[in-house]
């Protein structure tokens, strides 16, 4: 199984991106991750809200298949605590699927990507920035899996 983080446009602060890449590389000691950046829609100062989500809905549903577990970051989604997460992420695991986790756009997901998800997560009932969320995501899974192997990176 893998999991893959979908991102919508790239990382802009050069910090989050160092720190992104130090949890990818620490996460692949323990399963097969992908991080994938869809690129960022052109020319949207003309474009609604509706269409932004729309297009951006249409560039994640071309990179999903019918065999992923599609998971969405998500403010009405299922919250965990973190060993609660890391149970539900070695549910996943076992499934058999490959397991992808999208962080959509600053205006959310389309109506589309709702209705093909196959589940929605929420990391706090706070607002993130979408920039800031990548990092948060990432470092939760890097922790799911120090708490499934029993290391002291996560204390109770």
């Not at 979908?6 to 602060?13: A, S």
């Not at 589309?112 to 470092?139: C, P, W």
């Amino acid at each position: 199984m893998k999991i893959t983080l979908l991102l919508v446009g790239k990382t802009t602060d050069s910090r989050l991106i160092s720190l992104i890449e130090d949890y990818r590389k620490r996460l692949l000691h323990y399963v097969p991750f992908e991080l994938v950046v869809l690129p960022d829609l052109k020319n949207t100062k003309s474009l609604s809200e509706e269409q932004i989500k729309t297009a951006e809905g249409e560039a994640i549903l071309r990179f999903v298949t019918p065999s992923m577990d599609v998971v969405l970051l998500d403010e009405h989604g299922r919250e965990f605590r973190s060993i609660e997460y890391a149970e539900w992420l070695q549910k996943k695991m076992g499934s058999g699927k490959d397991l992808t986790l999208v962080i959509g756009g600053p205006y959310g997901f389309s109506e589309a990507v709702y209705a093909r998800a196959d589940g929605k997560v929420s990391l706090s009932r706070m607002t993130f920035s979408h920039q800031m969320i990548r990092i948060m995501v990432i470092e939760q899974i890097y922790r799911a899996m120090t708490i499934l192997r029993g290391e002291p990176y996560h204390h109770e």
